[in-house]
């Protein structure tokens, strides 16, 4: 290992989907850049290329946000890594306009964020997983403030290398959840991997399927094994009775207004419930009205038909899944009062949601320092700084894992340009005191010497 110190830098991000590709384009959009010295950054994702939910880019399928809330026009109507703005290099633009939609489909929006990736490739390594977070050795504790050293490993070689950051984000995404005791396979799916291991598998072989979940991405693949195996028995698993619409209505999509982060983080205990209670169906668990009526079409034309392929099984969920080779034995439960039945599939999706991100296991020692709540939560600033003891003077950021604090719209897309415009007038506030007092000592050593 080189003996030279490792570089330093004023922000390194962990993770590079959206939210610290949004955060990278803010600090290079600084008026800071232009008005001191420019802020230095590095972002390390672990995947080999950018990528966002690669696996659900399935055809036709749309946004539930509109364009506009991209990756800056909330925070910078005029920046150029605007959706209008790649529509534009696109030559684009007009038929965008005339579709008259708000929602592009996931695909192009995909489009997009690689787009705006390519003009921010040089801040970022991919292949390079941020395995530990903790203190800079002590003769690195100068009055230009605390350091934090990042142990960064090579996915490919396996080799490690350092280097120090004046603040962290921390954006590691979500992590697929299964139901327990469920592992999965080459035939038993997370929803993350679907297009992927769809791909991959002989679809001749593909004669029972199984889709588990009530949520926008259970439906849009419930659909699209309906569609592209014609041959295939649909099996359709839900813990509900049906399908719940989502609630986009104006007055409810407040809720993920930038204003209304502020309701939730400064509000009491009984207000926070509220949001929760009455708004959850602006995202969690909830399908498309069009999706919804569109599976109830198909259900509803197999029976004047009289052929069944379509099967929707309601009140229901997975206790165990068995097997190897080509075939899952899937053991189900019913609220309907049977008992156990058995169902045979050829592959099983679990399109059962994520866990949200805990930078606990990634902070190690460092995280003895970062202060809890009584419910055992991060204690997280408006600012979505983790509250540290006096031990740790560095910035150390969220980007997701903070609902508890700052509500729905925490990990989601609708207030990313905010929430990394603020991250990064944070950083900046903090970092001109520091260089006020290094710059004043740096006089006092000189006028010493």
């Given at each position: 290992m080189s003996l030279r110190e490792p570089e330093t830098y004023d922000v390194v991000g962990v993770g590079f989907g959206p939210a610290n590709l949004s955060l990278a384009i803010s600090l290079e959009e600084h008026p800071?850049?232009?008005?001191?010295?420019?802020?230095?950054?590095?972002?390390?994702?672990?995947?080999?290329?950018?990528?966002?939910?690669?696996?659900?880019?399935?055809?036709?399928?749309?946004?539930?946000?509109?364009?506009?809330?991209?990756?800056?026009?909330?925070?910078?109507?005029?920046?150029?890594?605007?959706?209008?703005?790649?529509?534009?290099?696109?030559?684009?633009?007009?038929?965008?306009?005339?579709?008259?939609?708000?929602?592009?489909?996931?695909?192009?929006?995909?489009?997009?964020?690689?787009?705006?990736?390519?003009?921010?490739?040089?801040?970022?390594?991919?292949?390079?997983a941020v395995t530990a977070?903790?203190?800079?050795?002590?003769?690195?504790?100068?009055?230009?403030?605390?350091?934090?050293?990042?142990?960064?490993?090579?996915?490919?070689?396996?080799?490690?290398?350092?280097?120090?950051?004046?603040?962290?984000?921390?954006?590691?995404?979500?992590?697929?959840?299964?139901?327990?005791?469920?592992?999965?396979?080459?035939?038993?799916?997370h929803s993350s991997e679907f297009l992927e291991r769809y791909g991959r598998t002989d679809t001749d072989s593909l004669r029972n399927v199984a889709v588990v979940?009530?949520?926008?991405?259970?439906?849009?693949?419930?659909?699209?094994?309906?569609?592209?195996?014609?041959?295939?028995?649909?099996?359709?698993?839900?813990?509900?009775?049906?399908?719940?619409?989502?609630?986009?209505?104006?007055?409810?999509?407040?809720?993920?207004?930038?204003?209304a982060v502020d309701d939730y983080y400064f509000g009491d205990d009984t207000g926070r419930e509220a949001f929760w209670r009455y708004h959850r169906n602006t995202n969690y668990g909830v399908v498309d009205d069009a999706d919804i009526r569109h599976l109830y079409q198909i259900a509803y034309d197999e029976d004047v038909a009289g052929t069944r392929r379509f099967h929707y099984l309601n009140l229901t969920k997975v206790r165990s899944v068995e097997g190897t080779g080509a075939t899952r034995r899937v053991?189900?439960?019913?609220?309907?009062?049977?008992?156990?039945?058995?169902?045979?599939?050829?592959?099983?999706v679990f399109a059962t949601g994520y866990d949200t991100m805990d930078p606990a296991e990634l902070l190690g020692d460092l995280d003895r320092h970062c202060l809890r709540d009584e419910s055992g939560h991060h204690r997280v600033t408006r600012d979505y700084r983790l509250v540290t003891t006096p031990e740790v003077t560095c910035g150390i950021y969220l980007q997701g894992g903070t609902e508890h604090t700052h509500g729905l719209s925490s990990s989601l897309l609708s207030n990313i340009a905010v929430r990394s415009g603020e991250i990064a007038d944070s950083i900046i506030r903090d970092r001109a005191p520091r260089e006020l007092a290094h710059a004043g000592a740096l006089g006092v050593a000189e006028r010493s010497g």
């Open positions: 800071a850049n232009v008005l001191t010295a420019p802020v230095t950054a590095a972002f390390f994702e672990r995947q080999p290329s950018f990528g966002w939910h690669r696996n659900m880019l399935l055809p036709s399928a749309t946004m539930q946000i509109s364009f506009l809330k991209d990756l800056v026009t909330f925070r910078n109507p005029v920046s150029r890594f605007s959706f209008v703005s790649f529509l534009h290099d696109q030559d684009r633009l007009a038929q965008f306009v005339n579709r008259k939609e708000f929602f592009p489909t996931r695909r192009e929006f995909h489009q997009y964020l690689e787009w705006a990736e390519s003009r921010m490739s040089d801040v970022v390594s991919y292949g390079s977070i903790r203190q800079a050795p002590v003769h690195l504790r100068d009055v230009a403030g605390d350091h934090l050293r990042l142990e960064v490993q090579d996915t490919l070689s396996g080799t490690s290398r350092q280097v120090n950051a004046r603040n962290v984000v921390v954006s590691t995404g979500l992590r697929p959840r299964m139901p327990q005791g469920v592992r999965r396979d080459e035939r038993v799916w979940g009530a949520g926008q991405s259970a439906a849009e693949i419930t659909a699209f094994f309906h569609e592209r195996l014609p041959h295939a028995q649909v099996h359709a698993i839900l813990p509900a009775y049906g399908y719940s619409v989502a609630d986009d209505t104006p007055f409810a999509n407040q809720i993920f207004d930038s204003a053991h189900l439960t019913s609220s309907h009062g049977r008992g156990p039945q058995w169902l045979d599939v050829d592959a099983i």
